[in-house]
């Protein structure tokens, strides 16, 4: 029987986002859009709607619909780059079987696997599982979260097989610069090594310091060995479609990720399908970016001000783009004990967070820390962030 251990974030979320009356900010997809909002974002509104109600609803393409493949490949398209093809696409039931597929086809005992921490737990704790090995690539507070390259020299071994990344990080909001990136590609290519990247809250770069340009994905920097998964959920503000993708250069890759598939599922959606390739087109995609965009920066305003005016209690490293922000809060000088602030906080106020240290610091790391997403409705934030003033002020301050 394979040993996994309990994914607490989603345990949690499960546990108490159905709480009645709940303020929901512990949800981490930009708010949420309907297919009538889809077809409101579309610029030519004599175009057909996202649904073809007289196709037969078989099983549909075994590896995502042509349209939907080359739409995904498109978003990596780059002038100096050769563009991806559709077959290097392959369209899974969002980026959490995209993820678990890609770790169960390519790592396994006498692997070892070196993932960024901290992160979505799924990335380490399955090829744990798996039998594999695995190194956490601490990020640092003093280096603003961003991974130094020269830890890698520690922790690689001659059995590394894969080095797993979040760009930008869940639940950081953190981005790795392309500087960083050209340096891990550099450091993985002579060694043989995978690079995979978790991009599912790419490309919702929003608040970046100026200057600073967005991070391409890890697919353009020339690696034959990179491989990208990402999904409808969290920057396309589509969850309730269940659309995700692995994406690579790599045939074998895709091809080993194929065969492993067939004994997993058949094939996504075709209404799910439809959706996404509806969504991605370029008579929808840029507009529904520009919402979602506006959204993060309006609704970042009003967490960093809150945070802002509450600088003896709580502190963060600010986040530059994704949904989600990690923020410690302490009393008396001393972190709060982060699940009992969540529990006491969700019964007081019903505004929900997550304890940072039991979903995202094995239960020892971020001590005090909360992650909130702030992508969600603005009025539902507002909301919380007022419920969350009043609760420090009476228990904090």
Same mark, same amino acid.
């Given at each position: 029987?394979?040993?996994?251990?309990?994914?607490?974030?989603?345990?949690?979320?499960?546990?108490?986002?159905?709480?009645?009356?709940?303020?929901?900010?512990?949800?981490?997809?930009?708010?949420?859009?309907?297919?009538?909002?889809?077809?409101?974002?579309?610029?030519?509104?004599?175009?057909?709607?996202?649904?073809?109600?007289?196709?037969?609803?078989?099983?549909?393409?075994?590896?995502?619909?042509?349209?939907?493949?080359?739409?995904?490949?498109?978003?990596?398209?780059?002038?100096?780059?050769?563009?991806?093809?559709?077959?290097?696409?392959?369209?899974?039931?969002?980026?959490?079987?995209?993820?678990?597929?890609?770790?169960?086809?390519?790592?396994?005992?006498?692997?070892?696997?070196?993932?960024?921490?901290?992160?979505?737990?799924?990335?380490?704790?399955?090829?744990?599982?798996?039998?594999?090995?695995?190194?956490?690539?601490?990020?640092?507070?003093?280096?603003?979260?961003?991974?130094?390259?020269?830890?890698?020299?520690?922790?690689?071994?001659?059995?590394?097989?894969?080095?797993?990344?979040?760009?930008?990080?869940?639940?950081?909001?953190? &981005?790795? !610069? +392309?500087?960083?990136?050209? $340096? =891990?590609?550099? @450091?993985?290519?002579?060694?043989?090594?995978?690079?995979? *990247?978790?991009?599912?809250?790419?490309?919702?770069?929003?608040?970046?310091?100026?200057?600073?340009?967005?991070?391409?994905?890890?697919?353009?920097?020339?690696?034959?060995?990179?491989?990208?998964?990402?999904?409808?959920?969290?920057?396309?503000?589509?969850?309730?479609?269940?659309?995700?993708?692995?994406?690579?250069?790599?045939?074998?890759?895709?091809?080993?990720?194929?065969?492993?598939?067939?004994?997993?599922?058949?094939?996504?959606?075709?209404?799910?399908?439809?959706?996404?390739?509806?969504?991605?087109?370029?008579?929808?995609?840029?507009?529904?970016?520009?919402?979602?965009?506006?959204?993060?920066?309006?609704?970042?305003?009003?967490?960093?001000?809150?945070?802002?005016?509450?600088?003896?209690?709580?502190?963060? &490293?600010? !986040? +530059?783009?994704?949904?989600? $922000? =990690?923020?410690? @809060?302490?009393?008396?000088?001393?972190?709060?004990?982060? *699940?009992?602030?969540?529990?006491?906080?969700?019964?007081?106020?019903?505004?929900?967070?997550?304890?940072?240290?039991?979903?995202?610091?094995?239960?020892?790391?971020?001590?005090?820390?909360?992650?909130?997403?702030?992508?969600?409705?603005?009025?539902?934030?507002?909301?919380?962030?007022?419920?969350?003033?009043?609760?420090?002020?009476?228990?904090?301050?």
């Amino acid at each position: 029987m394979v040993k996994i251990n309990p994914f607490e974030v989603e345990q949690w979320m499960d546990r108490y986002e159905t709480t009645p009356g709940v303020l929901n900010v512990a949800e981490t997809c930009a708010a949420s859009v309907s297919i009538d909002d889809l077809v409101a974002l579309c610029k030519d509104e004599n175009a057909p709607g996202p649904l073809a109600l007289s196709t037969k609803l078989t099983y549909g393409a075994i590896r995502g619909s042509q349209a939907l493949r080359q739409n995904v490949a498109s978003l990596f398209d780059r002038p100096s780059l050769t563009p991806l093809s559709a077959e290097g696409v392959v369209i899974t039931q969002g980026a959490i079987v995209a993820n678990f597929l890609l770790f169960y086809t390519l790592v396994g005992p006498g692997d070892h696997v070196i993932c960024v921490y901290p992160t979505y737990q799924q990335l380490y704790a399955v090829p744990e599982s798996l039998g594999a090995e695995v190194s956490l690539w601490a990020l640092k507070e003093e280096n603003g979260y961003i991974p130094d390259i020269g830890d890698l020299e520690k922790l690689v071994k001659t059995n590394t097989k894969m080095i797993v990344i979040n760009n930008p990080n869940n639940p950081l909001g953190q &981005v790795i !610069p +392309t500087l960083v990136l050209k $340096a =891990l590609v550099a @450091f993985a290519e002579p060694r043989g090594i995978i690079i995979l *990247s978790d991009e599912v809250y790419s490309p919702l770069y929003h608040s970046l310091p100026e200057g600073q340009e967005a991070p391409p994905s890890i697919l353009a920097l020339g690696y034959e060995k990179a491989v990208v998964t990402g999904s409808m959920s969290k920057a396309f503000a589509l969850a309730g479609i269940r659309i995700g993708w692995i994406a690579s250069r790599d045939a074998g890759i895709i091809e080993a990720v194929l065969a492993a598939r067939d004994y997993t599922t058949i094939s996504v959606s075709q209404l799910d399908d439809q959706i996404a390739t509806y969504a991605l087109s370029n008579l929808v995609l840029p507009a529904l970016l520009k919402r979602n965009t506006a959204l993060a920066q309006t609704n970042l305003a009003s967490l960093s001000a809150l945070v802002e005016r509450h600088g003896s209690v709580c502190s963060w &490293v600010k !986040p +530059t783009a994704g949904t989600t $922000a =990690l923020i410690q @809060f302490r009393k008396k000088g001393v972190p709060v004990d982060d *699940s009992e602030f969540v529990l006491d906080l969700l019964e007081k106020t019903k505004v929900l967070v997550m304890p940072g240290s039991v979903c995202f610091g094995l239960g020892k790391d971020f001590k005090g820390f909360i992650r909130l997403g702030y992508v969600c409705e603005t009025g539902v934030l507002n909301q919380a962030l007022e419920q969350l003033e009043l609760y420090i002020n009476d228990r904090l301050v």
